[in-house]
């Protein structure tokens, strides 16, 4: 049985969501304000926290920052009524995994957290697909979802993050327009996606910096292509 860590300040909703989870399955352990979900995190170490932005004490961008520091493992999932790009752009810059805008149905939550809790979830489901990539001086290990540089095991990538660099290997040199990268990965091709993708291809680049062979490059306008210089 999965551990959720719901943090909700409004208690009607809260009460909603928590009875719909259990009904699910979930155990869950509840916060209302953001010290207390820092607290219950770190005691209880729950496998997937539904968090809120707008709380008490600590907001859910300060939350997810503090988790992120030790932790980039656990799926964060905010929900909030906060949608502008900008503050979109701003969860996942915090380590935001996905981001659920209220109102919301309680079905959609309950898909959205399925996904986020799937560690084996590929991007295609054919028996074939190798479990390794080579990546310049990198390998990146697909289903513990890690890179490792020169032999030596680095970064800890979220299930997002490993499914986008999975893609890119597959495509290594190739252009990928940004329309198709947000369908395979989002499966939605909105704007609010667009700018999402943004932030991971960051995420991803920061992460391939200690080899100048492989970069990330941006075609404006059209999309991405991972290159691997001397392949």
């Known amino acids: ?25 979930y155990e869950v352990v509840q916060a209302a304000d953001g010290e207390q979900a820092i607290r219950l995190y770190r005691e209880q170490k729950p496998d997937l926290i539904v ?24 799926p964060i999932l905010f929900l909030t009524s906060k949608a502008r790009p900008r503050d979109v752009v701003r969860g996942f810059e915090a380590g935001g995994n996905d981001y659920l805008k209220k109102p919301f149905g309680l079905e959609e ?4 957290m399925k996904v986020l809790l799937s560690d084996k979830r590929l ?5 074939t697909l190798p479990d390794t990539y080579s990546i310049g001086r990198y390998t990146l290990d697909v289903m513990k979802r890690r890179l490792v ?32 990268i947000l369908l395979q990965i989002w499966e939605d ?9 943004d932030v991971f291809i960051s995420r991803l680049r920061s ?22 210089h001397g392949t």
């Open 51 to 74: 968090l809120d932005v707008m709380l008490p004490r600590r907001d859910g961008f300060e939350v997810a920052g503090i988790i992120r520091t030790a932790d980039r493992n656990t």
């Open 189 to 197: 091709d909105a704007f609010l996606n667009s700018r999402s993708l």
């Open 123 to 127: 991007l295609h489901n054919g028996p």
């Open 149 to 180: 540089f020169s032999g030596r095991s680095t970064d800890q990538l979220t299930i997002r993050e490993a499914e986008l660099l999975q893609l890119f290997c597959q495509n290594q040199n190739e252009l990928l327009r940004k329309e198709n």
């Open 207 to 228: 992460y391939l910096k200690n080899d100048p062979n492989v970069e990330i490059v941006n075609h404006r306008g059209l999309g991405y292509r991972l290159v691997v």
């Open 109 to 112: 939550l309950l898909i959205r």
């Open 1 to 25: 049985m999965a551990k959720i860590l719901l943090v909700e300040d409004e208690p009607s909703l809260a009460m909603l969501i928590r009875d719909n989870l259990e009904q699910s399955d």
